[in-house]
């Protein structure tokens, strides 16, 4: 390896290492809580690792990650350095990939001519700005995020494996070596399946590379590469599998609120958001107030911006493939979700953005680099033609000598000189930027009044930082927050359930069963309603009340640990039925080993005997 692409690999890893190393100690947060301590299928590796998951959570139809959290706390049980250490180690990993994906295509026939000699420069430039980038901060600190992490270093993995398997094949005995590098691209292609749906787009992007950069052709690409690309289409079972299993139907799909057209011309405003966020990162939040569209006339611009784009990204696959390549990079990996399947629980999500912002920063690191390479190159010509000039050569023969050289590479010197300033410039601001962000994800009542102060109207930002603000005993403001979401989502259960908690801590438990009750009532099928509720009624002596919510919070929700350890503890106290309490004891330590009432109820017996 090259002095100078090693330098690069190790500046990439100390200096993103570094800089979201900040972020080690960040708490559990928003749906952290769901994935990781509350997910009974991360406790032990097996068969439900891979096939069972919360409902409706993050981890639901995406195997690896669940098999991922599995193994962080195997390693370390809930200590949450450990699972932002594996996040660094992700993104870091997708960083020195992006600089051989992109290294390896700069210096391939087609642009070793434009970029060939800067293309380790360019590499470097486009992993550091990446990957340094602010927009980055919330797929890295916000650890269920690993979804896109994991996503985006298995599609990074597939593109260049198959890139390292087609130039192999042009090697002489390399179809031995083709052959294992095109098993491993079909192999990181399921892994990334088996991550998050949005893969979904890869066998897509490298049909479209292997066509820009190996085959010249589709025709051709197929002809020779058919049984690869009929393997990479396998692997979309996956996706068919988690969509059948129904991982997300109470937030993604059809007959939510939002429809395919409204929902598409709502996308086209988020996707210029995006852009624009790629270029100044700031407002970043966690989520968004964002409306939809309910017409043409709400995003008739938006919709010019984006068409126009999608329409010069077709054209440039056709005339130009490479130029082309970056264009579908954006709207293929996006297009899942951005385009007309609503997502109605986050219509905007900057995680999103992690892959698709590397066309972004490449597209602009090459065409400054362009620039300046032009600037230096007008300029040697202008000294060339004058000296020319001066030495008495006629004007046809200068001009011929002129048309001679405009093929000659750019000058060397100042180009770089500028480009290595202009990038470490660059990569301090945005440093800078992701530290300070990192900062407001270190502390969750700072996440989420920042949140708030940013999209006042957003229904999550307020739950969230009411259920923020109870942590921190500051109850009657979180009360207050409570009431403003219940005016924007007067029939969400979960909102119920908040104003229910805060009640309950504030000691109004009749209130508190009020506020359950109608959540119940909403959804009758949400188990900590009946279990809260249940506590409430407990804490008024209503103990046999309290067992029938508490048998009904298990029956919906047999892993429910702290539904099994209260009824235990309340079948006790009543001198109930000593079996079931026995039963309900041991399910709530097989699911939380260590839980808190449970052993505080087993050392009393123990002890009682």
């Not at 991922?68 to 020195?96: E, Q, T």
């Not at 295509?105 to 434009?114: D, E, G």
């Not at 539904?563 to 079996?579: E, P, Y």
Request: glycine share 8%.
């Amino acid at each position: 390896m090259r002095p100078r692409c090693l330098f690069s690999l190790v500046s990439i890893v100390l200096l993103v290492g570094a800089v979201f190393s900040v972020g080690l100690e960040a708490p559990f947060i928003f749906d952290d809580t769901h994935s990781i301590p509350e997910n009974p299928f991360i406790r032990a590796i097996n068969w439900d690792t891979l096939v069972s998951a919360p409902e409706q959570g993050t981890t639901a139809g995406r195997p690896v990650v669940q098999l991922s959290l599995a193994l962080n706390y195997a390693l370390h049980g809930l200590d949450v350095r450990g699972y932002h250490a594996f996040n660094i180690l992700l993104h870091v990993g997708a960083c020195l990939l992006l600089f051989d994906l992109v290294r390896r295509v700069l210096s391939t026939p087609r642009y070793a001519r434009h970029f060939g000699s800067a293309a380790t420069g360019i590499a470097t430039a486009t992993a550091l700005i990446w990957g340094l980038h602010p927009l980055q901060t919330e797929a890295v600190t916000y650890i269920i995020q690993r979804t896109e992490l994991l996503k985006g270093v298995f599609l990074l993995a597939t593109m260049d494996l198959a890139l390292m398997g087609f130039a192999a094949e042009r090697r002489p005995g390399g179809e031995r070596a083709a052959r294992g590098l095109l098993i491993g691209a079909v192999a990181t292609c399921l892994l990334g399946m088996g991550s998050k749906e949005s893969m979904v787009g890869a066998p897509l992007l490298v049909l479209l590379a292997d066509r820009a950069f190996a085959s010249g052709s589709f025709r051709e690409a197929w002809r020779r590469h058919r049984a690869f690309y009929l393997a990479l289409a396998l692997t979309w079972t996956v996706v068919v599998w988690a969509v059948a299993r129904g991982s997300r139907t109470g937030s993604v799909g059809f007959g939510l609120g939002v429809g395919a057209f409204e929902n598409l011309l709502t996308q086209a405003g988020v996707l210029v958001w995006y852009l624009r966020l790629s270029i100044w990162p700031e407002p970043l939040s966690i989520t968004y107030d964002w409306p939809v569209a309910q017409g043409l006339g709400d995003a008739w611009l938006t919709v010019s911006i984006m068409t126009l784009l999608f329409a010069v990204t077709v054209a440039a696959i056709v005339r130009r493939p490479g130029l082309g390549l970056l264009g579908a990079w954006f709207f293929v990996i996006l297009g899942p979700t951005s385009s007309f399947v609503p997502i109605t629980s986050e219509m905007v999500a900057e995680r999103r953005m992690y892959l698709p912002l590397a066309a972004v920063v490449l597209l602009v690191v090459c065409v400054v680099w362009q620039v300046l390479s032009a600037l230096a190159s007008w300029r040697r010509d202008a000294r060339a033609e004058a000296a020319l000039q001066a030495q008495g050569v006629p004007p046809d023969e200068v001009r011929a000598t002129m048309l001679a050289r405009a093929d000659d590479p750019a000058p060397a010197g100042w180009p770089r000189v500028v480009a290595a300033v202009l990038v470490g410039a660059v990569v301090i601001v945005a440093s800078l930027g992701t530290t300070s962000r990192i900062a407001v994800f270190n502390d969750d009542l700072t996440l989420w009044t920042d949140t708030l102060s940013k999209q006042p109207r957003s229904y999550y930002a307020l739950t969230n930082t009411a259920s923020v603000l109870r942590e921190h005993a500051r109850r009657d403001e979180a009360l207050a927050l409570y009431q403003r979401a219940l005016e924007l989502e007067p029939d969400n259960p979960d909102n119920h359930i908040g104003v229910g908690n805060t009640l309950m801590e504030l000691h109004a438990y009749e209130a508190a069963i009020a506020a359950y009750d109608r959540a119940v009532r909403l959804a009758p099928r949400i188990a900590s309603a009946h279990h809260n509720r249940a506590l409430a009624l407990a804490h008024l002596a209503r103990f046999d009340e309290a067992i029938v919510g508490l048998r009904r919070a298990v029956e919906l929700d047999p892993d429910y640990a702290d539904a099994h350890a209260n009824l235990a503890v309340l079948l006790v106290r009543t001198d109930g039925d000593g079996d079931a309490a026995a039963f309900h004891l041991s399910e709530a330590l097989r699911l939380v080993p260590g839980h808190g009432a449970a052993t505080q109820l087993l050392a009393s017996l123990r002890a009682g005997a």
